[in-house]
């Protein structure tokens, strides 16, 4: 085996110009794969991170049927008392959950005394929400970032909503809200920090203590809409969602026997999920045009190898070279060329994404801005040289197998 390799290796030497050509092809088509996968893949950690981290969480539960009248914030489809307690012993009893924030939310008119502006607030725990959110603190970009989140009597006021309706840090703002029984309530509110809005349902919310939205309201129960829940490690999001799932509905049912509360992952809420989908399918067709690359290249070296080493075919057969040698020899030669592009492909792409963790690339995304810190996972470095070597095998084939079977005879009197 080590003698085919030498001279499959020796072969390739001899054509350098043609060889190097090749092997550069293959070279920019693995580095043009690595980089995009490395890219794309720090945009999507980003971009879901900053989703789950500053609004969303890893999951929601609902009481059935909220999220399809979402956008209304209906007020009369909350959480009971009882089903908020069965549901904090389902999330405190599943490991894989490190924090969960119990929410009110609803729509309410904001008023800086002369002019009204409409603004959906969020009532939350100040330090359950930081637990589930941690993010959401970073946000502020006005006001205390290391107190609490949100303090009773205070409100996080969007920065859309701050520009236009003019309020600053400290200025006292009136909220006023209809509750579920048609009755208006109003409360003063000091505006305790400046929220920035991100890209997604909910970027653009305000954040109120649960007990000031709850007085708003006029509830007389502790009713909540939503539960936001962080995961300790997002990896384990659909095994822990289908695990919760089942034990939410076996536990909470309506009247009818059915399940009356609704899970949902931060992807069934978020656009951003089509735009991974979206990601995910430009990766395999780059992929698609690297097994190209890697095909046509190789393909065209090996059978301009065979053609202008017809004679020498001939010679070898001719002192007794088995067919399977010469095959081995040809398959060799093409494996050795798909592994040194590749190689050189993975060692130039290291190199780019060393330089681009130095020099990040910043843009932005909606009202974000995006820095892209790229990485190579193992596994996916792993996948790209084995499909090149493999696809460089393949490409061989059947030049290989043209060589094995040619007449000797007739390959001696080629010229």
Avoid: C
């Avoid at 070898?316 to 040698?325: C, H, S, V």
């Avoid at 290291?350 to 843009?363: R, T």
Wanted: glycine fraction near 8%; aromatic fraction near 4%.
């Amino acid at each position: 085996m080590s003698s085919t390799l030498k001279l499959a290796l020796r072969n390739l030497l001899r054509y350098q110009r043609r060889t190097l050509l090749t092997a550069l092809l293959i070279t920019l088509g693995v580095v043009a794969l690595l980089l995009f996968v490395a890219a794309a893949g720090s945009f999507k950690q980003t971009m879901v991170g900053s989703i789950t981290d500053s609004m969303l969480g890893h999951l929601q539960v609902h009481r059935k049927g909220y999220t399809a009248s979402m956008d209304n914030l209906p007020l009369t489809m909350s959480l009971q008392p009882r089903a908020v307690d069965m549901i904090e012993e389902a999330l405190k009893a599943d490991p894989a959950v490190l924090a969960y924030s119990k929410r009110v939310k609803l729509g309410a008119m904001f008023s800086n005394f002369t002019e009204n502006s409409s603004i959906r607030l969020n009532g939350v725990d100040a330090t359950a929400e930081d637990a589930a959110v941690p993010a959401l603190r970073q946000r502020i970009s006005e006001g205390d970032k290391t107190g609490p989140l949100v303090e009773p009597g205070k409100v996080l006021v969007p920065a859309l909503l701050a520009r236009g309706m003019k309020v600053k840090l400290g200025d006292s703002v009136v909220l006023v809200a209809t509750n579920a029984s048609g009755s208006v309530n109003g409360k003063t509110f000091v505006v305790g920090g400046i929220l920035e809005g991100i890209t997604g349902p909910g970027g653009r919310d305000g954040y109120i203590d649960i007990k000031d939205a709850r007085e708003l309201l006029r509830m007389d129960k502790e009713e909540v809409m939503e539960v936001a829940v962080r995961l300790k490690d997002i990896d384990a999001l659909p095994a822990t969602s289908k695990r919760l799932r089942a034990a939410l509905e076996t536990t909470i049912r309506n009247k009818d026997d059915k399940p009356a509360t609704e899970l949902h992952t931060w992807a069934d809420l978020s656009p951003f999920a089509n735009i991974v989908k979206m990601i995910d399918m430009m990766t395999f067709f780059i992929r698609i045009m690297l097994v190209a690359i890697v095909l046509v290249s190789v393909m065209n070296v090996m059978l301009m190898a065979v053609y202008e080493r017809i004679r020498e075919i001939g010679t070898l057969a001719a002192i007794g070279t088995q067919p399977r040698k010469l095959m081995a020899i040809f398959l060799s030669e093409g494996l050795l060329l798909g592994l040194a592009g590749a190689l050189a492909g993975v060692a130039l792409s290291y190199a780019v994404v060393a330089v681009l963790n130095v020099w990040p690339i910043v843009f932005n995304f909606g009202r974000e801005q995006i820095t892209l810190h790229p990485a190579l996972a193992a596994s996916e470095v792993l996948g790209v040289l084995v499909l090149a070597v493999l696809v460089s095998g393949l490409a061989s084939l059947q030049p290989a197998w043209r060589a094995a079977r040619m007449d000797p005879i007739q390959a001696l009197r080629h010229v």
